[in-house]
Every structure is written in C-alpha cells, then in structure tokens.
C-alpha cells in the first residue's frame, strides 16, 4: 500500500479524447454556440500541465476500452446499440444536449475505460487518488 510520504497521484489522458465533437450547443431562442464541452478547454489544462512541471510529478496512466459488459452496468442494451450505430455513421442526438459524432462509441468507451483504470490504479494501492482529463464526461452521452 502507499504510505503518506510516498503518495502518487495519477493522471489519465488519451489523445482519443480529444477526436469527439461535441457538436453546437442549442438553447432555445438563441442562436447555437459552441459547445462549453470541448477539446480546446482540455487540451489548455493538459498544456498547463505541462509548462507548470506538474505533469512529471504524475503516474501517468493507460486508458483502456470499456467493454460493452461494463458499459451495460450503466446503460441499457437499446442506448448503447444506438450510440454504437450513430457513432459508424455520420453521428445524431441521442439527448437534448447529447451528440454522437463519428467515432463516438470508440471514444466513450475509452473514456470510460480510462476512469476504470483510474479506479483500478486506486484500488490496488499504486496510487492515492487520480484525475482523469477525459471526454466525453460520462453525463454527456447519458
């Protein structure tokens, strides 16, 4: 186990996160925006990171793919089947604010698979606790 003096705290981010289009935000009576939910607003925190020398201090961890198994502990079979065939096509809302862009499914899973991973890093002791710079948030998809 990890002793005070000697706690790590681990950092999740994969380029992958950074191919999702959250599409334009639309709210009624105004004209669309972008999307607060963005990669520019990932990519700068991920650079601040970097020139602050934060970055080295981190446990960089490996984001991997979510299954469909632990994707279903959450969603239903009909959503996830849904986001999968928008996701190899061209994309579409499945929520009021929820876009699936091409690719979609791929992504998600990752970011989900790089909180598990996270999770995992935590609870066998390799780290204290971690930050996931992930996208798409998990509310985001549903």
């Not at 994969?14 to 963005?38: A, C, M, R």
Request: charged fraction near 25%; charge should be negative; aromatic fraction near 10%.
């Amino acid at each position: 186990m990890i002793s005070s003096k000697d706690s790590k705290v681990g950092y999740v981010y994969d380029e992958k996160y950074s191919w999702f289009d959250s599409g334009p935000l639309h709210i009624e009576n105004l004209q669309p925006v972008e999307h607060w939910e963005n990669v520019d607003t990932k990519r700068r925190i991920h650079s601040l990171l970097l020139v602050s020398g934060i970055y080295e201090k981190l446990l960089h961890l490996k984001a991997r793919d979510a299954t469909r198994e632990e994707l279903l502990l959450f969603h239903t079979p009909e959503y996830v089947d849904k986001v999968q065939a928008l996701s190899s096509g061209e994309g579409g809302k499945v929520g009021d604010e929820a876009y699936v862009c091409k690719m979609s499914y791929e992504i998600a899973a990752r970011s989900a698979g790089g909180v598990l991973s996270a999770v995992e890093a935590v609870l066998e002791g390799r780290v204290k606790s971690c930050y996931c710079l992930c996208r798409p948030p998990g509310e985001f998809l549903g």
